[in-house]
Nanobody
Framework: QVQLVESGGGLVQPGGSLRLSCVAS????????IGWFRQVPGKEREGIAC????????WYGDSMKGRFIISKDKARNTVYLQMNDLKPEDTAVYYC?????????????????WGQGTQVTVSS
């Protein structure tokens, strides 16, 4: 059964860093892309970044301002999101999801499988 599991969230002070992990099981990520999204209650899901597992190319949302870095470890079937200089407005539930490999996209409805999310809270 296809599963995506996010981990690495938690409470962090403003200016701190976290690295989120997304581990896939039940399928191999080859031929797919993995996207990171976030959502706060009452707001639409926001795309952060995505990466092609096979080729390593990446695409970032315009609002991410260079503070987030997506990477992969193909051997571990894992994608990471490094988050730096965190701000209170980064507080959200962070999700990873899979989509077809072409094209790179951060349109949520084009992603097929989603993890359960991991909470990131940046204290003020």
């Amino acid at each position: 059964q296809v599963q995506l599991v996010e981990s690495g969230g938690g409470l962090v002070q403003p200016g701190g860093s976290l690295r989120l992990s997304c581990v896939a099981s039940g399928f191999t990520l080859d031929g797919y892309i993995i996207g990171w999204f976030r959502q706060v209650p009452g707001k639409e899901r926001e795309g952060i970044a995505c990466i092609s597992i096979s080729y390593g190319d990446t695409w970032y949302g315009d609002s991410m301002k260079g503070r987030f870095i997506i990477s992969k470890d193909k051997a571990r079937n894992t994608v990471y999101l490094q988050m730096n200089d965190l701000k209170p407005e980064d507080t959200a539930v962070y999700y990873c999801a899979t989509a077809e490999s072409n094209p790179l996209t951060l349109i949520p409805e084009l992603y097929d499988y989603w993890g359960q999310g991991t909470q990131v809270t940046v204290s003020s």
